[in-house]
T-cell receptor, first 113, second 112 residues
Framework: AQSVAQPEDQVNVAEGNPLTVKCTYS??????LFWYVQYPNRGLQFLLK??????LVKGSYGFEAEFNKSQTSFHLKKPSALVSDSALYFC???????????FGKGTMLLVSP | DVKVTQSSRYLVKRTGEKVFLECVQD?????MFWYRQDPGLGLRLIYF???????EKGDIPEGYSVSREKKERFSLILESASTNQTSMYLC???????????FGPGTRLTVT
């Protein structure tokens, strides 16, 4: 069975500082990994994905994520946070051969001015 | 760009009513999904569909059913709404050859 954990309910960071939102996963085969963002009262927007290849993946709005197979992690990062990055972030995993995604519980990112 | 639309942004229904939530996608995707989102629980899969008239149960199908008569439309049905079905409902679609899912704006359903 596939599963994903986001260990932090909330992450607080000051504008201009780097941010990290953590995600770890568990699958029995090769993982496909995703990050989504949700703004208040909106649906989820796709940020980036890891399927294969380079462990550092770049996505929308200046976000990137690093796939670490030995630590089974896929942390979301941004070098310099913006107040407008404040939102709810979801990590998701899909095992190769399956169609369904399993989502983490979400991490609220709050960027203060 | 993929567009996924949902029939209502906000919906208020009474206990025992039959509720229909509609989802339409415009990218000819075979795969469609219904989730519910609750604080602290993340997204949980209710049902999904591989193609027209095909459906599969997700993690929490109890109290729900679905209908997929046309490729672009996937409906979620609450046969007899209950207060514990008050939630945000999200629809998504995906191409079988693609990887990411594309989400609609969500329907916030309140059952009183």
């Amino acid at each position: 069975a596939q599963s994903v954990a986001q260990p932090e309910d909330q992450v607080n960071v000051a504008e201009g500082n780097p941010l990290t939102v953590k995600c770890t996963y568990s699958v029995s085969g090769n993982p496909y990994l995703f990050w989504y963002v949700q703004y208040p009262n909106r649906g989820l927007q796709f940020l980036l994905k890891y399927i294969t290849g380079d462990n550092l993946v770049k996505g929308s709005y200046g976000f990137e994520a690093e796939f670490n197979k030995s630590q089974t992690s896929f942390h979301l990062k941004k070098p310099s946070a913006l107040v407008s990055d404040s939102a709810l972030y979801f990590c998701a995993v899909r095992e190769g051969g399956y169609s369904t995604l399993t989502f983490g519980k979400g991490t609220m990112l709050l960027v203060s001015p | 760009d993929v567009k996924v639309t949902q029939s209502s942004r906000y919906l208020v229904k009474r206990t025992g009513e039959k509720v229909f939530l509609e989802c339409v996608q415009d990218m000819d995707h075979e795969n469609m999904f219904w989730y519910r989102q609750d604080p602290g629980l993340g997204l949980r899969l209710i049902y999904f569909s591989y193609d027209v008239k095909m459906k599969e149960k997700g993690d929490i199908p109890e109290g729900y059913s679905v209908s997929r008569e046309k490729k672009e439309r996937f409906s979620l049905i609450l046969e007899s709404a209950s207060t514990n079905q008050t939630s945000m409902y999200l629809c998504a679609s995906r191409s079988p050859r693609g990887y990411e899912q594309y989400f609609g704006p969500g329907t916030r359903l309140t059952v009183t």
